[in-house]
């Protein structure tokens, strides 16, 4: 197969690539570097299997070439980066999505779309399956991603229903590992980078709040199943073992042996309270479920976090690439 990756400079989009190009397919990456790296892809620049063009979705793009899947993955994710970038993040749900359908429905494609735990908001249903509407505040601040990933999936199902078009929507639940943003602001990465810097873990609230923290090995997995051989419901991929944040710092300062100190911050608004995702349907349909536990998983992040020790990496906040990172990147 020949597909096309949005968000392929990301976390999740370049490991997908990875995973396509091992099973022997092509590859057209596009990204424009909002809250990804060029050094994601770097050592995909002798792969002859692997296209890569800048380019920002939320425009039109006419893709070269056959194509026979669009996956698209574009968005900021982190909540720090999609409250920093409301407009962007609400654009790429939304005409990026549209841009991206229509490029899968000018090639006959089969077409992906990367959606979130977060469709489920503040949840009422624990744990989530699929079935479940979610709890969303429409106006409140994580409303831009929340929304933004709602219309994409009625955008999707409209394509499917009116089109005709092969659609999959995914329903990804917090997933970590290398090549996460050092200071993306996510959970994982935060308390990684915290302890090995020496600096306090920020528990945000009184830490009782639950996630479900998938490895980015088995997500890329699921995701890749649910591609190949799913059908066009939502389905859940995450890892149900469900955590406090206070277990998780926990984990992270036995893990890392740091002396680093715990601190309490505010808990940001509407925070959900607890998250865990109901897995029976990817289990029944793709035999997919998650065999990185979460002890194993978060010490091969903190291995490659600590190859950034040192590195400006570990203090640069910025979601949005400087056109200096650029030209540095570029040079390099
Ligand atoms: P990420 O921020 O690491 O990657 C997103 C990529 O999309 C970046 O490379 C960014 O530059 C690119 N991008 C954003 N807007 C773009 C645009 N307009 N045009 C072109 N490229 C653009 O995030 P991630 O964790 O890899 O997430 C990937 C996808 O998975 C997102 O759609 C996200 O909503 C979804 N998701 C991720 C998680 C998670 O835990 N990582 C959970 C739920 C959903
Ligand atoms: N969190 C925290 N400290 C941090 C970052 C996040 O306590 O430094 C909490 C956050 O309030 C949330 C959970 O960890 O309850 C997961 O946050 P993250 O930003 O990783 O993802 P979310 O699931 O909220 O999208």
């Known amino acids: 197969m020949r597909v096309l990756i949005t968000g392929v400079a990301g976390f999740l989009g370049s490991h997908l690539t990875d995973l396509f190009l091992k099973e022997g397919h092509t590859v057209l990456g596009l990204d424009n570097f909002v809250t990804g790296h060029r050094d994601n892809i770097a050592h995909l620049a002798g792969d002859a299997r692997f296209e890569f063009v800048e380019h920002d979705i939320n425009r039109p793009y006419r893709a070269p070439g056959n194509l026979d899947g669009v996956l698209h993955l574009a968005s900021?994710?982190?909540?720090?980066?999609?409250?920093?970038?409301?407009?962007?993040?609400?654009?790429?749900?939304?005409?990026?999505?549209?841009?991206?359908?229509?490029?899968?429905?000018?090639?006959?494609?089969?077409?992906?779309?990367?959606?979130?735990?977060?469709?489920?908001?503040?949840?009422?249903?624990?744990?989530?399956?699929?079935?479940?509407?979610?709890?969303?505040?429409?106006?409140?601040?994580?409303?831009?991603?929340?929304?933004?990933?709602?219309?994409?999936?009625?955008?999707?199902?409209?394509?499917?229903?009116?089109?005709?078009?092969?659609?999959?929507?995914v329903r990804i639940f917090n997933t970590y590992g290398p090549r996460m943003r050092p200071r993306d602001g996510r959970v994982v990465s935060n308390f990684i980078v915290q302890a090995l810097m020496g600096e306090p873990l920020t528990i945000y609230g009184d830490g009782s709040q639950t996630r479900s923290f998938c490895y980015v090995s088995d997500e890329v997995d699921g995701i890749y199943r649910l591609f190949m051989r799913g059908d066009?419901?939502?389905?859940?991929?995450?890892?149900?073992?469900?955590?406090?944040?206070?277990?998780?710092?926990?984990?992270?300062?036995?893990?890392?042996?740091?002396?680093?100190?715990?601190?309490?911050?505010?808990?940001?608004?509407?925070?959900?309270?607890?998250?865990?995702?109901?897995?029976?349907?990817?289990?029944?349909?793709?035999?997919?479920?998650?065999?990185?536990?979460?002890?194993e998983g978060l010490a091969r992040t903190i291995d490659h976090f600590r190859t950034y020790v040192g590195s400006p990496l570990m203090n640069r906040r910025v979601a949005r690439q400087s056109p200096a990172d650029a030209a540095a990147a570029a040079g390099r």
């Open 76 to 169: 900021p994710a982190s909540p720090i980066d999609y409250l920093e970038l409301p407009i962007e993040t609400l654009q790429v749900g939304s005409f990026g999505t549209y841009h991206a359908l229509e490029i899968a429905r000018e090639h006959r494609a089969r077409f992906f779309i990367a959606s979130t735990s977060e469709v489920y908001g503040d949840p009422l249903v624990h744990p989530q399956r699929e079935e479940y509407w979610g709890n969303v505040n429409p106006v409140g601040p994580r409303s831009v991603y929340d929304e933004a990933k709602r219309f994409a999936e009625a955008m999707t199902m409209a394509y499917h229903t009116h089109h005709g078009l092969d659609t999959r929507i």
């Open 232 to 295: 066009h419901n939502p389905t859940n991929i995450g890892n149900p073992v469900e955590y406090t944040v206070r277990q998780l710092a926990d984990l992270v300062v036995e893990l890392t042996g740091t002396t680093a100190a715990i601190v309490h911050e505010p808990l940001p608004v509407d925070d959900p309270k607890v998250r865990k995702p109901d897995i029976t349907r990817a289990r029944e349909t793709l035999g997919w479920e998650p065999v990185v536990q979460v002890r």
